[in-house]
């Protein structure tokens, strides 16, 4: 009988992103986020923490979709995230994220509770999504 030794599992669980290739055309869906809840006090550092380094740093989301309540700011690595709620009711969940200086990027949200089944077709599409400008 063998023994396989089992690694530790992470202490923060992998973060679930997918992103657009980097173009010059103009896109309107940038990637795709699959958080793992629906506590944006929580995700939403996981995802910044994961984003890629030359999208700067990010001062302000704004998020539609069936998200927890929570303050207007949130301290995110020693640096304020000012928080936004869009209310567009037949609007898809998404986030959008913007650093002065740097851009804005728009992620579709693959609700937390969707099966990996379901949700790997929708990163997929979101982040081969070419925008119209």
Avoid: C, F, K
């Amino acid at each position: 009988m063998s023994t396989a030794l089992q690694s530790p599992l992470p202490s923060h669980p992998v973060l679930r992103l997918r992103l657009a290739p980097r173009s010059d055309l103009p896109r309107s869906i940038d990637g795709a986020w699959w958080p793992r809840s629906y506590d944006l006090l929580v995700e939403l550092p996981r995802l910044l923490a994961g984003l890629p380094r030359e999208w700067g740093h990010i001062t302000s989301a704004t998020v539609n979709g069936a998200w927890s309540a929570g303050p207007g700011r949130i301290l995110v690595s020693n640096q304020v995230v000012r928080l936004r709620r869009a209310l567009a009711a037949n609007a898809p969940p998404t986030v959008v994220l913007l650093a002065p200086g740097q851009g804005r990027w728009d992620l579709v949200v693959v609700p937390p509770d969707t099966t990996e089944d379901a949700a790997e077709p929708l990163m997929a599409a979101a982040a081969g999504a070419q925008g119209e400008g």
